[in-house]
């Protein structure tokens, strides 16, 4: 066995794979993209150009690269006032822990190629995603700043309101399927049956939640930067922004990948061979097409809608979201009753 | 007269279908001009607004027509334009005088045009544009040449004149100028 053989054998390992490759490597590319995207969407809508001069023939694609540039040579200031030691760990975690629910996710139906026993992957990796969000209250409150700590007491309000949709949105491919593994979850959409056709409403609930936890728009309301700087990354400059950022990105991106899973037919119409590459590759490869779609599509919202303020985003979050998750939930046992679902 | 009496504004329809309607009817207009982007950017260094005649820029002197009554600067609410003394030799008598002559200060000026319309015999009159640059602020207290020479507009010389147009669809349009042109 040659070195390039052990150096595959290490990168295909599932764990490693899920986690690096698939958690961090596949999010920074589509999140530069889409940032691209993002930008240019809102200011094609708003009647703009966006990045144009960096590279005109281009529509200006290399101004992320740059931006990513700029981040990384910027000196990392941190002020005296700040608790030091959660100050740098709070975005790192959060940066770590939003990438984690990967990990509990299954790519592919061949169980050879699955990090961790997939019976109860639909509830470990939910309750894995909402580790994350603390950690920004939490640099929000280490800064030691008005900004950051009412940005990060937004957040809370919005972790309150966002959490439990999301988890009850999802869940409801559970009662649909009457189990907690994602492969079945997937294979049970086999067909075209997929749920977000069957369930649109807990596919809507799980949609517009995750756009709350994200902060995307309209829900951008713990970064809103004309109301509090940037929120509870205000103190962070330099690569702990990006990270911070890039942890907002991420999360969003992995919120995405539920979505797919649950809702839009995981790695199908693809079907699983044996092998690495038709086994393992092109599935994942399937699933973040579709989640990149999503995310663009969450992108888009940016340059159609304003901000809500925070009351106004809880009360919808209470009065009109949680009603749509609970019914997405009673339509998924309702179909799931008469036999809807194969 | 009575003034208008206020009209209570009418409360916007709550429900959540109309809620709906109107984030679906958003996302459309977003759609829409998602596809076919209307943008009026104007990519300055390489395209230049070409103003319309009448606008109030840049104003010159044409020194043959003033008759040196101050009436400018006597307008001029922002003491932008100024009257300078000038000695100089009388054609007919030969005999040594002073004259007096205006000058502007780019500095204080707000173009407001006053100078420009009070003029009795028309010896001033505006450029159709306002983009001149000048490298220091003693640049833009101009001396009696240099006010009677149009200023040097750069981005005619190196971008493509383009108008904006006022359409009935699509709202504000940017159209590239064309030759004869009011
Ligand atoms: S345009 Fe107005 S402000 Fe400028 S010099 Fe003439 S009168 Fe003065
Ligand atoms: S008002 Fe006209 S004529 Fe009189 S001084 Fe000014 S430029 Fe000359």
Redesign the interface.
Known sequence: MDVIDVIVKIITWPPLWQLVVLGLVAPLGVVVGILWFERK?AA??????GPLHVSPRIGGAIQLIADLMRYAFQEIIIPKTVDKGVFLIAPLTALVLSIVPVVAVPFTSVSHYWPIPMEYSVLISLALSTISAIFIVLAGWASNNKFSIIGGMREAYMITAYELMIILAILSVSAMTTSYNFVDVVLAQTGGKWFIILNPLAFLAAFISVLMATSGFPFEIPESENEVVAGPFTEYSGLLYGVNMGAAYIKRFVYSIFITLAFLGGWLPYQPGDGFISGYLIPSLVIIVKATILMAVFS??R???GRYRLDQALDFAWK?LFPLALMGFGLGLLEAYIGLIG | MVPPKPVPKTKPRRGIFHAFKGNLEALMIGVKYFIDPKRFTLIYPKEYNKLREGYRGFIVLIKQKCINCASCARICPAAAMKMIRIPEVDEKTGKQKVKNWPVIDYRRCIFCGYCVDVCPTEALYHVPYHDVVYQNMAEMYLDLESFQKPPEYKAAEEGIPVRYIVDEERGLVKVPYKEGEK
Not at chain 1, 44 to 49: D, S
Request: positive net charge; proline residues 0%; without cysteine.
């Open positions: 969407t094609r809508v708003q009647r703009r150009f888009f919202l340059a159609v809608y009109l």
